[in-house]
């Protein structure tokens, strides 16, 4: 989802969230989570843009409704978030002032490819954005044009929208194969990106997410049963399905299981039986 750019002023009668501007209120630069917050609920969004008040008004209320809430304070701090906890992250909610537009935190999306963005428009209440900082006796105040219920909504249809769409990294040192598979793949509805090694997975899902990873398991370097293993242990919810052609493929398959791997394909297999095998490891609990 690419971030909105809003092209007209709210109108008179549409609603407005009104948040109090404190040039001097603290910017916070920790992830937050409510208290006592289920561990079923994964959702984490981050939050950028220019008036520290304004993601401190969005903290507090996606912290009351149960979301945990990284917040980028400037553009280096939203890359370090992005390099710490980009396979985390859900959601990005950014707000941004209709003129001029607000371009500084377009560069750090490129981190998180597969990301939905929201983009709120946020103008001054008062007549010009020089008077609203010069003044000391008037409280400026930001206009949101939307509810707290309404983003609130927007984002758990947003949300929605993301849990349903499937992701499979295929590895595999086999160029042809990899792109075969994932060809496969996204024919049958889902979304497929794939890597050359265990190296280039890791690197791969540091960057987006993946539901299920695919991997061959003889390969240079670093193989499929060192990928598994380490999966298993720093990213334990991707399902692994573990393929092979190779001799001695019983005894390969036998460790794959035994490190973590939840179904086996042999090489070669037909594709009903990989989206099959696919499915299954999908809806297993």
């Not at 001029?100 to 428009?121: A, C, K, M, N, Y």
């Not at 960057?207 to 990213?235: C, H, S, W, Y």
């Not at 398959?253 to 297999?269: D, T, Y």
């Amino acid at each position: 989802m690419q971030p909105s750019t809003p092209n007209d002023a709210p109108r008179q009668n549409e609603s407005l969230m009104l948040l109090p501007k404190d040039e001097d209120s603290p910017s916070s630069a920790i992830a937050f989570s409510k208290e006592g917050r289920s561990d079923s609920i994964s959702e984490t969004i981050l939050l950028g843009g220019p008036y520290p008040e304004v993601r401190a008004h969005l903290r507090a209320l996606l912290v009351r409704h149960d979301y945990a809430v990284l917040e980028a304070v400037n553009d280096e701090h939203a890359e370090m978030l992005c390099a710490d906890f980009g396979p985390k992250i859900n959601l990005v909610v950014l707000h941004s002032e209709t003129v001029p537009t607000d371009s500084r935190f377009v560069g750090w999306l490129g981190l998180l490819p597969d990301i939905p963005v929201i983009t709120l428009p946020v103008y001054l209440a008062t007549s010009t954005r020089n008077h609203a900082r010069a003044s000391t006796t008037v409280d400026a105040l930001f206009r949101i044009p939307c509810t707290s219920e309404g983003l609130l909504h927007k984002i758990d249809v947003v949300l929605e929208a993301s849990r349903s769409r499937k992701t499979v990294l295929i590895v595999d040192d086999d160029d042809s194969m990899r792109r075969i598979l994932a060809e496969l793949l996204e024919a049958a509805g889902y979304e497929a990106s794939h890597a050359a090694n265990g190296k280039e997975a890791l690197q791969s899902l540091a960057r987006r997410k993946a539901q299920v990873v695919l991997t061959e398991l003889v390969m240079p370097g670093a193989d499929g049963l060192e990928l598994i293993q380490q999966l298993r242990q720093f990213n334990p919810e991707v399902r692994l399905v573990a393929m092979s052609g190779a001799s001695r493929t019983e005894t390969c398959f036998s460790v794959a299981r035994l490190l973590g791997a939840r179904a086996v394909l042999e090489k070669p297999f037909q594709v009903e039986r990989l989206l099959q095998t696919v499915r299954e490891v999908l809806s297993a609990p």
